[in-house]
């Protein structure tokens, strides 16, 4: 479902392909959120992968988006 397996070359890579999967923090009606490691740094952070499906609304993502960026931890 996420991470699909890729050659990914690390001089040139997008963004999926710089981190690695380490586990499953939570799931919801439109995305999962998953602790990933950078490949390159070892930093970890948690990164939420939004599922885009035919009734998908942007109009919903950014408003995702934006109560995510008020977040302080």
Not at 38 to 64: P, S, W
Request: with cysteine.
């Amino acid at each position: 479902m996420y991470f699909r397996a890729s050659p990914c070359k690390l001089s040139n890579a997008p963004f999926v392909c710089l981190w690695k999967r380490q586990q499953q923090l939570g799931a919801g009606g439109f995305a999962v959120t998953l602790l990933v490691r950078h490949r390159v740094t070892g930093e970890l952070v948690a990164a939420k992968l939004i599922e885009r499906t035919e009734d998908f609304d942007v109009r919903y993502v950014t408003r995702e988006i934006l109560n995510h960026r008020r977040l302080r931890h």
